[in-house]
């Protein structure tokens, strides 16, 4: 009988042994997937270098698509200034403004700045309505029909 208490010892220390084994190889396998901080800018600098390249092939969808992942991986300003400037050049004048002064809110120092501020001023410019555009009020017509009042 006292070799079946042994039997069931051991067979319980292997047991918990294998368990605590295998608990260590899930900790590792988990750990290699941890991206570290030096992997997220090494990720957001690839993104980035890939808008520059479709934006000097004027591939605008395909560069805000990178642009937009760098900035997630790396919030960094300067993405934001460059994702307004795809969206002035794709025409889309509201979110290029929206953008610019996002930028502008983050980072109001450089030269990056100093054109954003420029394109703030001309977005807005543009937005308004002309003097010429403005729909006169309802004035009298200068030749009037002739009347039979005479």
Same mark, same amino acid.
């Given at each position: 009988?006292?070799?079946?208490? #042994?039997?069931?010892?051991?067979?319980?220390?292997?047991?918990?042994?294998?368990?605590?084994?295998?608990?260590?190889t899930d900790e590792e396998k988990a750990s290699k997937h941890v991206v570290?901080?030096?992997k997220l800018k090494e990720r957001a600098e690839v993104a980035k270098e890939?808008? #520059?390249?479709?934006?000097?092939? #004027?591939?605008?969808? /395909?560069?805000?698509?990178?642009?937009?992942?760098?900035?997630?991986?790396?919030?960094?300003?300067?993405?934001?200034?460059?994702?307004?400037?795809?969206?002035?050049?794709?025409?889309?004048?509201? #979110?290029a403004l929206e953008l610019y002064k996002r930028y502008l809110k983050e980072?109001?120092?450089?030269?990056?700045?100093?054109? /954003?501020?420029?394109?703030?001023?001309?977005?807005?410019?543009?937005?308004?309505?002309?003097?010429? $555009?403005?729909?006169?009020?309802?004035?009298? $017509?200068? $030749?009037?029909?002739?009347? $039979?009042?005479?």
């Amino acid at each position: 009988m006292f070799w079946l208490f #042994r039997l069931l010892a051991v067979g319980t220390l292997l047991c918990l042994l294998a368990t605590s084994a295998h608990a260590q190889t899930d900790e590792e396998k988990a750990s290699k997937h941890v991206v570290t901080g030096d992997k997220l800018k090494e990720r957001a600098e690839v993104a980035k270098e890939g808008g #520059r390249q479709k934006m000097a092939t #004027r591939l605008f969808a /395909a560069a805000a698509f990178e642009y937009q992942s760098a900035y997630e991986l790396v919030p960094h300003p300067l993405m934001l200034y460059n994702l307004a400037q795809v969206a002035r050049l794709q025409g889309k004048e509201d #979110r290029a403004l929206e953008l610019y002064k996002r930028y502008l809110k983050e980072q109001s120092t450089g030269d990056a700045a100093d054109f /954003a501020r420029s394109y703030v001023r001309f977005l807005e410019a543009k937005a308004k309505p002309k003097e010429k $555009d403005k729909p006169k009020d309802a004035l009298p $017509d200068p $030749d009037p029909e002739p009347t $039979d009042e005479s």
